[in-house]
């Protein structure tokens, strides 16, 4: 039986997560990155994420199979309680609920530091990570037309948002200052789901 883990992830995760990423660069529109990063600044990216949200890696029998974050939306202040939500799976893993589990994860840990309103960014067409974006509570929100070229086109994005608090927020707490019990019975629950939908 197949065993999965949902952990943080390190720099030292740089290189395994590139080559997940580097073909969504290369033969997608899924992210507008136009050159592949090298592994020493993926592995600076996962750093800078780290020290202020959720870097998760997903495993399954010790072989990453996909990774989800979030990231500041704005720089100005009024934003500090909204964030953008990514993920990547590795080529041929999609379709076993793994990026809505990890997607799930992520939005506990993000609620559990305070944050208040999260954002999804899907270039259109991509109904499949519409669909999971509407199964995690996620509305529409607007669609930016012709706003990204790549491959000598251009694509229209359609943004989602999910609201997880209300009323006058708290300051946000940085992930690393987060209870780490609170944070490791977050990942053990998602994994519990992971590996109940293999049983």
């Known amino acids: 039986m197949s065993k999965f883990v949902i952990r943080k992830a390190t720099e030292n995760d740089a290189e395994s997560l590139l080559k997940i990423y580097e073909p969504y660069i290369t033969n997608t529109t899924i992210t507008f990155e136009y050159d592949v990063p090298t592994a020493e600044a993926f592995a600076d990216r ?54 809505t589990t990890v997607l799930a994860c992520l939005i506990d840990l993000l609620e559990l530091q305070g944050l208040r309103h999260l954002y999804s960014c899907v270039t259109l067409p991509n109904e499949k990570s519409i669909r999971m974006q509407r199964k995690l509570g996620f509305e529409d929100a607007g669609v930016w037309h012709d706003s990204g070229w790549k491959f000598d086109g251009w694509h229209d994005v359609a943004w989602l948002e999910k609201h997880i608090g209300s009323g006058k927020p708290q300051p946000v707490t940085p992930f690393p200052a987060l209870d780490e019990k609170n944070i490791q019975e977050c990942l053990q629950k998602y994994m519990d789901k992971l590996n109940q939908v293999e049983e």
């Open 46 to 99: 996962i750093r800078e994420t780290a020290a202020a949200f959720p870097y998760l890696v997903c495993e399954c029998d010790g072989v990453i199979m996909g990774y989800a974050y979030a990231h500041r939306i704005r720089e100005r202040a009024a934003y500090d309680w909204d964030a953008e939500l990514s993920i990547y799976l590795a080529q041929g893993t999609h379709g076993h609920g793994v990026g």
